[in-house]
Structures are given as C-alpha cells and as structure tokens.
Antibody
Framework: QVQLVQSGAEVKKPEASVKVSCKAS????????MYWVRQAPGQGLEWMGR????????NYAQKFQGRVTMTRDTSISTVYLEMSRLRSDDTAVYFC???????????WGQGTLVTVSS | QTVVTQEPSFSVSPGGTVTLTCGFT?????????PSWYQQTPGQAPRTLIY???IRSSGVPDRFSGSILGNKAALTITGAQADDESDYYC??????????FGGGTKLTVL
C-alpha cells in the first residue's frame, strides 16, 4: 500500500535550521508531486509548497520563499523539507502528502513535530 | 491578496444535513480551482474526503458529497453522525503550482 513515513521530532533553537524527511513506498515515486503542509498548535493547515520528484522542480508559498528548500533523493524515494532561520512561530507539525492538483492530497505522512525554543 | 474562506464553526444535529462552504475573498470558485476537502480530528493527520470538486476518496461514505454552490465550493454531510465531529478544511488551486488551505471549519454534532 502507499505509505509515507516521516522522520522523528526535532527540537531546535531560534535561527537554527531543520531538515525533515519523508520516505515514500508502494508506488512509483517520480509519478506524483509531494507536498508539505504544516499545522501550528491549535491552528489550521498551511500549504507550504511542493516538489516534483521527477524533475526536482519546486513551487513554494510566497510566505516561505527564501527560507524553505524542498529536495528529493530518487534512489531512496525520499523527499526533504529544510527550513532555515527558525523562529518560535515555526513550531508546528509538518506533514508530507502525495498529490496532484486534480487528485487532491492522499495519503499523508504521520507528521513531524518541530519545536523551536531557546 | 486572495484568501480562502470557510465558516469558523458550524453545528448540526445527529441525523441532520449540513453544508460547509469554501470561497475566495475575491472572485468565484469553479471546478478549475480543483476544490478538495479534508477531515481532521485532534492529533491525527488529515483524511481526504473529496477531490476535484465532487469525487469521493476511496472508502469515504456517500453521505459526504462535494459541489459548487453559487460562487463557492461546498461539502455536504447528509445524515450526520457523532464521529463526523471534526475540523474540515478545503483547498483551492491558485494557479502556477500554488494551492491554499481555507482556515477550517470546526463541526459540532449535538
């Protein structure tokens, strides 16, 4: 079955960087975009961006431009989300999810909690 | 800047019908915006309910349906059940590879 497994929780200090991974299995990795969505405590879902695992091409929400980088390693069917210059309001659960515009987002990874605290 | 809007909260009686909506602050939603809907309970990853306006995801009961109503996307729950009490989020495609989530609707069944 299609499955997305994310890396474990992270605790970072302000101004540090974090890199979260998402390993895909059960389908052709390069055939579907991978998206990243985050959710701050008690808040709604926020679309961050997407990566085309085939080409490596990316699209980022304007809010994250310059601070977020999405990459992939096709040899291990894994995508990465790297965020730099972390702030306390980046504390959130970060989800990866497979998708295409016309097909929505499905399935979802289990989420990775990133805590930014001094 | 165009934002995606949803009702912050809604209440429905068990067995009742409720329609949640998803719109733009400026302009109308159409099928070309590929509206999709997600259900989320606390501490869990979202679950996909509807994509491309009205296509139910695998395993989703047919009491969940999607449509365009007027100038908004809509999610209708017919015969609401207690375990439908969740947060519901819509997503709209903005073009150029960018999508945006609505702020979510907290649905209470009582």
């Amino acid at each position: 079955q299609v499955q997305l497994v994310q890396s474990g929780a992270e605790v970072k200090k302000p101004e540090a960087s974090v890199k979260v991974s998402c390993k895909a299995s059960g389908y052709t990795f390069t055939a579907h975009y991978m998206y990243w969505v985050r959710q701050a405590p008690g808040q709604g879902l926020e679309w961050m961006g997407r990566i085309n695992p085939n080409s490596g091409g990316t699209n980022y929400a304007q809010k994250f431009q310059g601070r977020v980088t999405m990459t992939r390693d096709t040899s291990i069917s894994t995508v990465y989300l790297e965020m730099s210059r972390l702030r306390s309001d980046d504390t959130a659960v970060y989800f990866c999810t497979r998708g295409r515009i016309e097909d929505g987002f499905d399935p979802w990874g289990q989420g990775t909690l990133v805590t930014v605290s001094s | 800047q165009t934002v995606v809007t949803q009702e912050p909260s809604f209440s429905v009686s068990p067995g009742g019908t409720v329609t949640l909506t998803c719109g733009f602050t400026s302009g109308s939603v159409s099928t070309s915006d590929y509206p999709s809907w997600y259900q989320q309970t606390p501490g869990q990853a979202p679950r996909t309910l509807i994509y491309s306006t009205n296509i139910r995801s695998s395993g989703v009961p047919d009491r969940f349906s999607g449509s365009i109503l007027g100038n908004k996307a809509a999610l209708t729950i017919t015969g609401a059940q207690a375990d439908d009490e969740s947060d519901y989020y819509c997503v709209l495609y903005m073009g150029s590879g960018i999508s945006v989530f609505g702020g979510g609707t907290k649905l209470t069944v009582l």
